[in-house]
């Protein structure tokens, strides 16, 4: 999976703001480089994608797969939202029920092999729902 990331600002950050990083930058990065050196274990992640949130999900969970046993305990939203994308990408009703299909394949492998990653954006309104 790539991610995004944005360059130092040399922006000062205010008390709520210190424990976030806001990746935005176009430039693509692939998941072990911008996770190098991050402890997932107390730093957690959440993925935020208005389009193939599923795909961005699934690529996540991948890479965090092939380090178990040791990213068992790594904490991460992976902000899946079917319905999020059903009503802004105008998705077809066949795309979206496979869509939900691999949605719950992918909670239950997480739910199996990740203990801290309990959070999907499955309501279509961007909002943590637990699963």
């Given at each position: 999976?790539l991610?995004?990331r ?5 922006r ?12 935005e ?18 730093a957690?992640?959440?993925l935020?994608?208005s389009?193939e ?8 969970v ?6 178990l ?9 992976l ?8 009503l ?14 691999g ?5 239950g ?8 990653a ?14």
């Amino acid at each position: 999976m790539l991610a995004q990331r944005i360059p130092n600002s040399g922006r000062s950050l205010s008390r709520s703001q210190e424990h976030r990083l806001a990746i935005e930058e176009t430039e693509m990065i692939p998941f072990q480089k911008v996770l190098d050196g991050i402890m997932l274990d107390m730093a957690g992640i959440g993925l935020s994608c208005s389009r193939e949130s599923l795909s961005a999900a699934s690529q996540l969970v991948d890479y965090l797969s092939n380090k178990l046993p040791e990213s068992s305990g790594n904490i991460f939203d992976l902000g899946v939202d079917p319905l999020g994308e059903l009503l802004s990408n105008s998705l077809e009703i066949s795309d979206f029920e496979s869509y939900l299909a691999g949605g719950a394949e992918l909670a239950g492998e997480v739910s199996n092999n990740f203990t801290k990653a309990t959070t999907f954006r499955i309501n279509g309104l961007n909002t943590p729902t637990r699963c």
